[in-house]
């Protein structure tokens, strides 16, 4: 039962966000506090990111390199790695970094915000808690989480080139080469998609569990845990999904 | 007929009644005063006239409106005319105090910068909080902050301010700063006021009437002279209590 409201409360929030996302350029005071959030989402976060995919290329590289070798295949390498960045490992290391950096902060400010009464003080005001502080949180993040994926990519990528230029002997050009003939217009977009739902997700989930945050400092905590783990489940059954009607 | 009535409003928190039955009215102009022994649903009585909480029974009325009953448009005709005092003041952390006491003016009634600056200069005016006007919520002390809230909850001109527990975690000055402000802002503008407190010493001070709740029921309802004259045994072990925590 608390399961069903837990989703039922989260989908109204994502259905009047989406409806509420225009407002986000009403006013010369809402146009500013959504560039905070793009700013917050995609240059904030950006070392963590640059790190999380700058490895994940590298540990891809060596481990289908490793693979690659045994058949004298490694000049595939730059399209082994691309491939599986750009359909599944950059939206997903984006997913999961702007789970644990971006949607744990909204889900402990809100939910701070929540105890501390400064939401009912909104409501009182007549001022709509979904427009004012759920919209350009989660609008930032739809519009952001793509363009990280891609700098994701880009970023693994130059990593798993570097693993293959010092470590398995593929020439960087040669890597470079294979990558870009490989890669196909409809894998960028699908990735990109993807990175653009889990951004929604993400976003939606953070708010609701921060405005449905009870019981004070334990309360914010809770709603901060669940808004990752959630993030997190959903980031892994809707890439699976979106994966399965896009490669069948 | 009184602006603010509660009539047999009744409340339930996991089983547990905070309001039993609780009626009493406010009339236009006063400054009402709701004393109590904690968790007796003094923040709760409070919560309903602005429909943050709606009654399981009974009916909430704001000037012969159901609260609870009414339409959006209707809500948002009642929350305009009310200003709400928070025990923290919650003000929003990332905006100034100045930004903060705009925000109703600029949020919700879209009105042009320079009547907005105006209006909230006069709101810190009256709250003798001018000197903060640039400075964060974090910079200012508790005090400061609850005066902060104040102005937010009078700038849109509301001719009703519910005040929760206005004086709590102050020092006795600052508390008597605040006590002195709610009378002068019910004396100079006017403003009914409903005030939920610990401070009995200040509501027997700044009320024209105070109402004492125990276990979400009206005790007394009665002129500060009366209630400190009064024969009510509740009355009287809450005005001993009072007395042995002073």
């Known amino acids: ?248 | 007929m009184s602006l603010i009535s509660f009539e047999n409003v009744v409340k339930e928190f996991d089983g547990r009644k905070v309001l039993d039955g609780l009626t009493f009215g406010v009339e236009k102009g006063e400054v009402f005063a709701i004393v109590g022994p904690s968790g007796t649903g003094k923040s709760v009585t409070l919560k309903h006239i602005v429909r943050l909480l709606t009654p399981d029974s009974g009916h909430v009325r704001v000037d012969g409106v159901d609260v609870a009953e009414c339409s959006s448009r209707q809500l948002r005709k009642i929350r305009r005319r009310v200003g709400y005092l928070f025990q923290g003041g919650a003000l929003l952390a990332w905006k100034t105090v100045e930004e903060n006491v705009a925000l109703p003016l600029k949020e919700c009634d879209c009105l042009p910068d320079a009547q907005v600056a105006k209006r909230v200069a006069a709101a810190l005016a009256a709250v003798e909080l001018t000197d903060a006007a640039e400075k964060f919520p974090s910079e200012i002390s508790g005090g400061m902050q609850k005066r902060a809230g104040l102005a937010r909850a009078i700038v849109r001109e509301s001719d009703v301010v519910l005040y929760d527990e206005p004086t709590s975690g102050l020092d006795p000055v600052t508390s008597v700063t605040i006590n002195r402000l709610i009378k002068k802002l019910n004396q100079k503008l006017g403003i009914t006021s409903v005030v939920v407190t610990h401070d009995l010493q200040g509501a027997l001070m700044f009320a024209d009437r105070i109402l004492l709740l125990k276990d979400g029921k009206a005790v007394e309802c009665s002129t500060p002279a009366e209630f400190a004259a009064s024969d009510n045994k509740d009355v009287k072990d809450f005005l001993a209590a009072m007395k042995g925590e002073m």
């Open chain 1, 1 to 248: 039962m608390h399961f069903i409201r837990e989703v039922g409360r989260t989908t109204r929030v994502m259905i009047a966000s989406i409806i509420a996302f225009p407002t986000v350029l009403r006013s010369r005071d809402s146009r500013a506090d959504f560039a905070v959030q793009l700013y917050k989402t995609g240059i904030g976060t950006l070392p963590v990111v640059t790190v999380v995919s700058l490895f994940t290329g590298m540990i891809l590289a060596l481990q289908v390199g490793l693979e690659l070798r045994r058949f004298n295949q490694e000049i595939y390498l730059g399209a082994a790695v691309m491939i599986t960045l750009i359909r599944e490992m950059a939206p997903f290391s984006c997913g999961m970094c702007l789970a644990a950096c971006v949607g744990s902060a909204i889900a402990a400010e809100l939910g701070t915000m929540k105890v501390n009464d400064e939401i009912d003080a909104l409501e009182i005001m007549s001022i709509s808690p979904i427009r004012f502080l759920a919209v350009p949180r989660i609008l930032a993040l739809v519009v952001m989480a793509p363009l990280v994926a891609f700098f994701c990519c880009v970023i693994g990528t130059l990593g798993g080139g570097i693993v293959g230029a010092t470590q398995l002997g593929v020439n960087f050009d040669q890597y470079m080469s294979s990558a870009m003939s490989m890669a196909e217009m409809k894998d960028l977009f699908v990735g990109l998609l993807k990175a653009l739902v889990f951004g929604l997700i993400i976003g939606t989930v953070s708010v609701a569990q921060g405005m449905g945050t009870r019981l004070g400092a334990t309360g914010v905590g809770r709603a901060t845990q669940r808004s990752v783990v959630v993030s997190f489940l959903m980031i892994l059954m809707l890439g699976y999904m979106i994966t399965r009607v896009f490669y069948r």
